[in-house]
């Protein structure tokens, strides 16, 4: 992945969705030979000349103030996810520390699986920004049961089954909006740790391996993952969907919390005390893997 390229098509994807209308711009007669915004427009909104903004937008932020930043992501009407990722490729680009320096390693402390093993009635696990499923409660491992197919202690990784593996596609019933997200997040990630070894080779595995992840990644889209409702089929107690909870572990840079859960008396939430039954005479076991989450 090369930053340069990445500024570059993140700038103009975002500049190609506005239009002037939407910007406040008078739009003029004629034809425009460019979906949205022209270069020009948007350094008249930032305040930047012409020739600073096409520098810009060739991918040079090496050395470009945050003031500059915050005029341009103004102008392009930049989501919180979509400024924060701006400013990800800057520091980047500048050769400066990512926002959450120093991402953690090696095993995961005993009171962390101590809180995740005590949520014993919602599905819980922890992840890395490359989506490595680093630990689960027993309900989590077994509601992501078919991302790991035996016994062992390989690492689970939910872009990996979703795109690679056939059974992804009816695992994760909203396939689309599924799709996006977790293309999304390992964008989103590929701008706070564009170092990463392993996150590149995954990206390089699936960009390589499937067109879906191709043409979606391709769109240079980002989020921020923090709370919303998954649908799931599983093999055991077929489609349920649940509200999820994702949290930062502050001590454990990188590494996230998710929790699900459904409103007492619905049929979602009938269906994981039915996932927590079949757990029981599974007797699935908490997995930690803690793989190096490479350098930040």
Avoid at 3 to 26: C, K, M, N, Y
Avoid at 186 to 193: F, K, P, Q
Avoid at 209 to 223: D, M
Wanted: proline content about 7%.
């Amino acid at each position: 992945m090369s930053t340069e390229s990445d500024v570059r098509e993140f700038l103009v994807s975002r500049r190609a969705r506005i239009t002037p209308q939407q910007a406040g711009l008078p739009a003029y007669g004629g034809n425009r030979r460019v979906p949205g915004l022209r270069r020009e427009e948007v350094a008249l909104l930032a305040g930047v000349s012409i020739d600073y903004y096409v520098r810009l937008e060739r991918g040079r932020l090496a050395g470009v103030s945050e003031e500059v930043l915050d005029a341009v992501a103004n102008a392009l009407q930049l989501d919180e996810a979509e400024r924060a990722h701006l400013f990800d490729l800057a520091r980047a680009a500048a050769k400066r520390p990512a926002r959450r320096a120093g991402r953690s390693r090696g095993p995961l402390p005993d009171s962390v699986l101590r809180v995740l093993r005590s949520m014993t009635d919602c599905p819980a696990f922890i992840r890395n920004g490359r989506l490595d499923i680093l630990a689960t409660n027993d309900l989590g491992r077994a509601l992501y049961s078919p991302l790991f197919p035996d016994a062992g202690t390989e690492t689970a990784n939910i872009a990996r089954f979703q795109f690679l593996d056939p059974r992804g596609r009816d695992f994760f019933p909203d396939w689309e909006e599924s799709l996006n997200t977790t293309v999304s997040l390992l964008r989103t990630e590929a701008g706070r740790a564009p170092h990463d070894t392993g996150l590149t080779g995954l990206i390089g595995e699936l960009v390589t391996r499937s067109e879906e992840f191709r043409t979606a990644w391709a769109k240079h889209n980002v989020r921020l993952h923090r709370t919303g409702r998954k649908s799931f089929h599983h093999p055991a107690v077929g489609v349920l969907t649940l509200d999820f909870d994702a949290m930062d572990l502050s001590a454990l840079p990188g590494l996230t919390l998710t929790a699900y859960s459904a409103a007492p008396g619905t049929p979602d939430h009938d269906a994981l005390r039915l996932l927590a039954a079949w757990a029981a005479t599974e007797e699935p076991e908490s997995r930690i893997t803690a793989p190096e989450p490479g350098p930040s």
